[in-house]
């Protein structure tokens, strides 16, 4: 199989939320999905619905800005969500436990560039942009093969 390498669009915050839940079905311990795009793309709505749609019950899912990280006891493993949008140094990643994150739990990263050379090489990247139309989005989807099976996704 091929790597993943997609452009959609998203045609509104809901299209984003199911394609959120369909991406969470297939997740499992130790996949990291790295949210890329500017202020306001989507990359933590995008977060919220896939952890909501792995929760037993429904709580609150605030973003990690402030926070830098928020875990969630989801069926079948931990998730870890993080905003590095003030990470000043990759080496503060250790300090969190995101780099054993990697390996025991479902990781979705806003702000990934801030990893430096600790960027899982097996991570999913996806590139959230406003696109032309209201509440449209661009979404590019990239990766190594495990993702492949997102190039066959459907999103209608």
């Known amino acids: 199989m091929a790597q993943l390498d997609k452009t959609v669009i998203l045609g509104s915050a809901s299209a ?14 130790g996949d990291t999905v790295l949210l890329e795009g500017g ?15 792995r ?6 899912v ?16 931990e998730i870890w969500h993080a905003d590095l949008y003030r990470l000043t140094d990759p080496s503060e ?3 969190l ?22 960027r899982p090489a097996t991570a999913l990247t996806l590139s959230l942009d406003l696109a032309p139309q209201e509440g449209e ?3 590019h989807m990239s990766g190594p093969e495990r993702w492949s099976f997102l190039n066959e996704f459907s999103f209608t």
């Open 137 to 139: 989005r661009t979404l």
């Open 93 to 95: 990643l250790e300090e």
């Open 16 to 29: 984003t939320a199911r394609f959120a839940e369909a991406l969470g079905a297939q997740l499992v311990a």
């Open 97 to 118: 436990g995101l780099t054993d994150a990697f390996e025991d739990a479902i990781c979705l990263i806003e702000w990934p560039d801030r990893l430096g050379s600790l």
């Open 39 to 53: 202020i306001g793309a989507g990359k933590t709505h995008l977060a919220r619905a896939l952890i909501l749609s």
């Open 55 to 60: 929760l037993p019950v429904p709580e609150d």
């Open 62 to 77: 605030p973003s990690p800005t402030f926070t830098l990280v928020q875990t969630y006891e989801a069926k079948g493993t």
